[in-house]
């Protein structure tokens, strides 16, 4: 076989193997870029960066320093309200949610934050 028969089956074999490992590699957290290894994130980190998108800059309520207690954090986390999307334990681990929950609950309010 020629040289460049070679180089296209050898070509073909990377693409799937790329894809399979693409299939195959755990989803991504939210606010994890592509490629970046997620190591522990603390619950300022979280709600910044997956909560504080929206809650705070007028798209979603206010949760900072209402003390909702955390069962309820969870559930609509979990769940999903009105117009907030559920997050996926894949998103936010229940360990993350956990700690989460009781930092919202405990929360003071932020004076930087704006809404309803």
């Keep these: 076989m020629s040289r460049i028969v070679h180089r296209a089956k050898a070509r073909a074999i990377l693409a799937v193997a790329a894809l399979a490992a693409a299939a195959f590699a755990p989803p991504l957290l939210a606010g994890q870029k592509l490629g970046e290894v997620q190591g522990a994130r603390t619950a300022d980190d979280i709600y910044a960066k997956t909560c504080g998108y929206c809650h705070g ?13 955390a069962d309820t954090v969870k559930y609509i986390v979990r769940h ?7 997050f996926r334990p894949t998103e936010v681990t229940p360990a993350e949610l956990n700690a989460l929950a ?13 809404g309803y």
């Design 102 to 114: 009781t930092w919202v609950e405990k929360s003071a309010a932020r004076k930087q934050e704006h």
């Design 80 to 86: 999903g309200q009105n117009g907030m999307p559920a």
């Design 57 to 69: 800059r007028n798209v979603g309520p206010i949760i900072l320093g209402r003390a909702i207690p």
